[in-house]
């Protein structure tokens, strides 16, 4: 059986404000100022706020621009799913999302408004990738060495995408302490057995898994 294995990264609330004070700072630093600020759903929808926080800035809105699905789970390609809501003609927009990755939902983001003939387009992320096609105009961080990014506001989805790997990749049923062994051995994720609980309680729920006694074994009809 051919299973995954690759690093995580669980970024704490504290960590990303961090990253969001430094990003603004640079934006800041700059000299340039936008009209207009949209958030890339749902990744994006956190940082764009919390930066126009520091920016002191308040017209703020969003698009709905889909390619990763759960726990590092990717589609085809970046397409806009919910388009923006509002004129941006002539306007200075700035685009804010959590990270570029393969950089193709930002390449869609900035290709499509600029398709509406705003003035100008810049782009900012927390985290670059170096092995992103796409690099944005600021970022707080950027990652030489890849690794997958948990962001707060999506670490629990995150963890119930990756116990349904764990347990699809298993020839046998998994106690939850097994689990916690198997995602610390293949993605560098540590959960205590109270979070792991929590989790499990999610897998069973939405039909990923069931379980017997204290064991849990994936769906496969």
Not at 49 to 76: F, P, Y
Not at 82 to 104: E, I, K, N, Y
Not at 173 to 197: H, N, Y
């Amino acid at each position: 059986m051919d299973l995954e294995f690759f690093p995580c990264d669980l970024v704490t609330w504290d960590g990303f404000y961090d990253l969001a004070r430094a990003l603004s700072r640079k934006i800041k630093a700059s000299g340039w100022r936008p009209d207009l600020v949209v958030a890339i759903g749902r990744g994006g929808y956190v940082p764009a706020r919390v930066v126009c926080d520091l920016l002191v800035h308040d017209l703020l809105t969003s698009i709905k621009v889909e390619h990763w699905g759960i726990a590092a789970r990717k589609r085809d390609r970046a397409w806009v799913r919910f388009p923006l809501a509002t004129a941006v003609s002539g306007q200075r927009v700035l685009v804010v999302d959590d990270v570029t990755d393969t950089g193709d939902t930002l390449l869609a983001t900035a290709g499509y408004l600029k398709g509406l003939g705003p003035g100008e387009v810049r782009t900012a992320v927390l985290q670059h990738k170096a092995s992103s096609s796409f690099e944005p105009d600021y970022y707080a961080e950027r990652i030489d060495v890849w690794r997958w990014i948990i962001y707060p506001w999506a670490a629990h989805e995150d963890l119930v995408g990756f116990t349904e790997r764990v347990l699809t990749g298993a020839d046998r049923p998994l106690s939850k302490g097994e689990i916690i062994a198997d995602l610390k051995r293949r993605f560098e994720i540590d959960l205590d057995p109270e979070e792991m609980a929590e989790v499990l309680e999610d897998v069973v729920a939405l039909g990923m898994a069931a379980r017997s006694g204290s064991v849990y074994q994936v769906n496969r009809c």
